[in-house]
Nanobody, 123 residues
Framework: QVRLLESGGGSVQAGGSLRLSCKASRTIGDYCMGWFRQAPGKEREGVSTIDRFDRRTYADPVKGRFTTSIDNAENTLYLQMNALKPEGPAMYYC??????????????????WGQGTQVTVSS
């Protein structure tokens, strides 16, 4: 098990940038890490994943704008979000799963979740 704590959320205008952090309680070098997003009244959806071989995936809406990275020395996952769109409020969650990357649609297979950090993008 690994505990995850997100930070870095806030309010920003469309076109702006934010960097989210997800601090893990232990080394995450052997984990697949993911970022997910949930808007009010909607289902949680995958944003990005990064596996233990540093292979990354991005949801189509964020490709070219978001970048996922890991600092293994700090046990921290990051999500750099640029050119944010005016989508209103959403919670961003990080998740971890040992060894393999579950499908982003298979939320139950991700073994560890953080509490989330809220991001609000206004027009």
């Amino acid at each position: 098990q690994v505990r995850l704590l997100e930070s870095g959320g806030g309010s920003v205008q469309a076109g702006g940038s934010l960097r989210l952090s997800c601090k893990a309680s232990r080394t995450i070098g052997d984990y697949c890490m993911g970022w997910f997003r949930q808007a009010p009244g909607k289902e949680r959806e995958g944003v990005s994943t990064i596996d233990r071989f540093d292979r990354r995936t991005y949801a189509d809406p964020v490709k070219g704008r978001f970048t996922t990275s890991i600092d293994n020395a700090e046990n921290t996952l990051y999500l750099q979000m640029n050119a944010l769109k005016p989508e209103g409020p959403a919670m961003y969650y990080c998740a971890a799963n040992f060894a393999r990357c579950p499908s982003s649609d298979d939320l139950e297979s991700w073994g560890n979740w953080g509490q989330g950090t809220q991001v609000t993008v206004s027009s």
